[in-house]
């Protein structure tokens, strides 16, 4: 199971950025999958969330939600994550994850994280003029 998170980068305030979450060594399209970010000092906290199947059940942090978009190409095995209007406090590495089957869908970080099977690699984003 491999998770590798890429798209990252140095942008200004008010800018976009389009991660990406290229998954191998399992099918996708049966997972929920999940971002988690961790900014230097703080803890790991979870971003956004996405169901598996035909649901496309989304989550989101309220410190996110109508500037982050989640979204999923099972045919292409990758998650993406597109964040708009990026401020400063959005500085973090980035990370992918994946909850164990038999986790069901919710909006409660700490359920996913109970569940969890496997953490990507991050990317790191910076914010800043």
């Known amino acids: 199971v491999q998770l590798q998170a890429s798209g990252g980068g140095l942008v200004q305030p008010g800018g976009s950025l389009r991660l990406s979450c290229t998954t191998s060594?399992?099918?996708?399209?049966?997972?929920?999958i999940g971002w988690f970010r961790q900014a230097p000092g703080k803890e790991r906290e979870g971003v956004s969330s996405?169901?598996?199947?035909?649901?496309?059940?989304?989550n989101y942090a309220d410190s996110v939600n109508g500037r982050f978009t989640i979204s999923r190409d099972d045919a292409k095995n990758t998650v993406y994550l597109e964040m708009n209007s990026l401020k400063p406090e959005d500085t973090a590495v980035y990370y992918c994850a994946i909850p164990r089957l038999g986790y069901v869908f919710t909006d409660k970080w700490a359920d996913f994280l109970s569940f969890l099977a496997s953490w990507g690699q991050g990317t790191q984003v910076t914010v800043s003029s």
């Open positions: 060594g399992f099918s996708l399209n049966y997972y929920d």
């Open positions: 996405i169901s598996s199947g035909d649901d496309d059940l989304t």
